[in-house]
């Protein structure tokens, strides 16, 4: 499925065809949308549809598929959310082995009760803006493939 999104950054490229960095690329809307989460509200019409559930392992570019190993494919057990546990504990401020580490443990762990809990942490992270990005000019790294085969 596609996910509904508004589009924050332009498609610039340098002379070798490369996309220009994340700095160079987010326009101001992208900058104020992105600032305040709102970039993630298309999304809800993707919920409405089925393809999303509210709260959930981030849905990750398909190109990743083949990269994850047998542990961090069980993130594709539940539908995908707008949010969920690897966002309210460090979205992308934390490494992908961390973020999957933590996508695994909500898939084995999953519960109304911390559902409620996901919900009220996003809300409060949203709010005082905390761990949107690694850095202000930086956007989270692709994905390459675990550093280990097995175990996160």
Do not use: C
Request: hydrophobic share 40%; proline share 4%.
């Amino acid at each position: 499925f596609k996910v509904i999104k508004f589009k924050s950054m332009n498609d610039k490229k340098d002379e070798n065809g490369e996309f220009l960095p994340f700095h160079l690329r987010v326009t101001k809307f992208g900058n104020f949308i992105r600032k305040y989460s709102l970039d993630e509200i298309p999304q809800l019409l993707n919920v409405l549809k089925g393809d999303m559930s509210l709260i959930g392992p981030r849905p990750l570019l398909v190109q990743y598929l083949p990269l994850y190993n047998a542990k961090q494919a069980k993130r594709h057990d539940l539908k995908p959310g707008i949010t969920g546990w690897a966002q309210v504990n460090g979205r992308n401020a934390i490494s992908w082995e961390k973020k999957f580490e933590l996508d695994v443990w909500y898939v084995e762990n999953i519960s109304f009760f911390l559902d409620v809990k996901i919900l009220f942490l996003t809300l409060k992270k949203v709010l005082i803006r905390e761990g949107v990005n690694a850095s202000e000019n930086v956007n989270m790294t692709t994905f390459t493939g675990s550093k280990k085969d097995q175990g996160i």
